[in-house]
Structures are given as C-alpha cells and as structure tokens.
C-alpha cells in the first residue's frame, strides 16, 4: 500500500494502543513482520504545551521507522500547530483518532465524539494536510456513534476530500465498544464509495482471519490491535500463509518463553526498573493467555517485584506447562474475557 511517497511494503500495521503500543511493543512487532506501527495516541495539546508525558508517548527512535503517531484533539488550529511541530521528527504517517469510544476521550469531544460532526472533522483533517507537507494524514474511524447513526460513507468521503492519504475504518460503532462480530459488508461499501486506500480494522486474530478480511472486503491493509497482544507471530505467519501457501501454525513452547523474555528486557531497556516491572506484568500475561494455568502465573508475576523476578518466573511457568502441571482452563471463557475488557481480562 501507497501512502504518498511512502511505500509499506506489505499490509500488516499495528494499532495505535494506548499504554501498550510503546517502543518495545513496536520493535517486537516489526521483527515478526510488522510493515507499519503506531503510537498511542497522544494529546496535541500535549505536545504543543511541551508536556513531559505526550512527548514521551510519541518519541520513538529512528530505527522504528517507518512508523506513525496518532494524534487527539479537536481544535484544527492546534492540530495544524501540531503536526508542523511533529515534521521535526518525522514521523511517516500521522493519524488522528476519530474513533475512541471511552468516555474519558469522548467527554472531552475527541475520538469517536467527532463521529457526529463531519464538518468539523473535515476542517482539522484540512488543516493538518495543509501543514504536513509530504507526510501523509491519515484518519481513524468507527462505523458511527451507534447502530442507527451510522455514517462511515460520509465521513469517510469527507476524509478524502479533505486530504487524507487512507482512512481506517474499524468496523464497529462508538456504542458497540468490542461488542457484537465486526461488519464486515461497511469495509466493501467504503471501499467502492472512495478512491483513497482503506485500511480494515476490527477483531483479527489469526492470519486467516486476515487473508479473509483483504480477500473478502478489498480493504489496500489491515490494522491488528488485540490480535497482536502477546502474540507478534500472527505477522509472521501471514507473511508465510502468503508467501509460501502455507500457516506454519502456533509457535513452540520455547519460541514463547523466548520472545516474552526479549520483549521484557526491552521493556526493562525503555523504562525505570519499578515502573518496567510494572508494564511488562501485562505484556508476560498475554504471551500465555492461549495456555493452561494462566491465572495461576497471574497471581504470581503480579506479586513479583523485579523484572529479572519476573524473567524466572516465566521460565519456571514453561518448565510447569512441559510438565502438564496445570489442570486444563476454560479456553473459551478466557479467550471471551480477554476479547472484552483486554487490560482487565484476569479479573472476576
Ligand atoms: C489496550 C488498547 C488501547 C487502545 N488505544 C487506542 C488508541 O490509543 N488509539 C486508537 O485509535 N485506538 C485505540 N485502541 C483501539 C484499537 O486501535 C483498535 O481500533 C481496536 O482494538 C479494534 O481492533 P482489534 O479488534 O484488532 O482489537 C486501543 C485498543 C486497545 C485494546
């Protein structure tokens, strides 16, 4: 996919996620074959007011790239001062959300809020192009603010006559949050209704799940969020499925153990020692989320305080799983819960 002069290569781009999508979650991603990442999004208030926290959200290092940062705001002439400030450290693509539903976001009038003013979203998204220079705008929506105000078809022409390069449509309304399958027959309608590329996004979980959506809707890429939480192999094994015809299939045991070690040491590189131990908890959590004993390895690295503690303790877990310690899981009930509420899935 084309976005300006900026060729990805393949199809697969990683969500923008808010306290998950940092430099260790991205670097993990790209080496599985990630063609684009995302930020979190970051406040474009934030970032022109110089605020400590936005600036680090977006800062991402050169060898990250190509790589895009989502912006949220509002207001056109603070995302047009926005995105000039952002050409300084040029970012490849930048985004901004049209699209989060929580109420935090929408209580402000950013995200999926903006939904119900195409006008407006239309002028922040003008502004932006008008100061991006060569990089593109891309805009991430939802169907609608709800089942019976779905407006995808206009706002995501007004995306395009505005100047965006691509819109991502993630195939729900504001209402629906993670509820309800994903409709799929919107990615079809929009890509015959614009001309510019159309990403889809919406409950990939698998690499067929992928192959599906591009063979069956048309959509130039797709875009994995909770797909890809602890399990940056589904980008491999795309690649492979389309490549050679072929999934390789769910990765051993000690791939696992291996690639959740790496990501915690680079989340120990990124971060202070407490506040590392801290965000790997989640990451560790849901390279396991798919095997037995998971809520018994929860109660046991959310007790542990250093991340080398919790590097043991992910090896003595695969040492118990080699040896069929655990009594067999509710895979589905746990596989629903971790779809659902994804940062607070282990709780009851
Ligand atoms: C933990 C988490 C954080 C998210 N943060 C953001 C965000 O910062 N910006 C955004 O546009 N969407 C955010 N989303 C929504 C995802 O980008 C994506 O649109 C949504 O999860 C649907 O994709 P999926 O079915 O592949 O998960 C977040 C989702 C999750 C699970």
New binding site residues.
Partial sequence: MKLRKLDLGNKLIV???????DAPFRKIAKDFGAGLT?T??VSAKGIIDNEFHALRIFAFARDEKPIGV?L?GNNPEYLASTVEELKRYKPDVI?I?C??PVEKVTRHNF?AQLLDDPILMGKMIEAMVNSAGDIPITV?LRLGKSDGKINILETSRVAEESGASAV?V?T?TKDTK?KDD?TWEWLIKVKDHIKIPVIG?????TPQDIKEMIEKTNVDSV???????GNPFIFNRYRALIENGADPGEQSLEEIENVAVKHTRLIAREYPEAVATIKARKNILWYFKHLDGIHQFASIIMRTKSVEGEIKMIHEHVEKLKQNFYPKDDRELIDQKF?ER??FWLNE
Avoid: E, T, W
């Fill in positions: 969500a923008p996620m808010a306290d998950v999508s995302f979190p999004m989502q949220l985004d959300n699209g989060c995200g991430k991502i993630h729900r993670y994903p996004n919406g409950s990939l979980f875009m994995i969020a909770r797909g890809a939480l779809k994804v940062l």
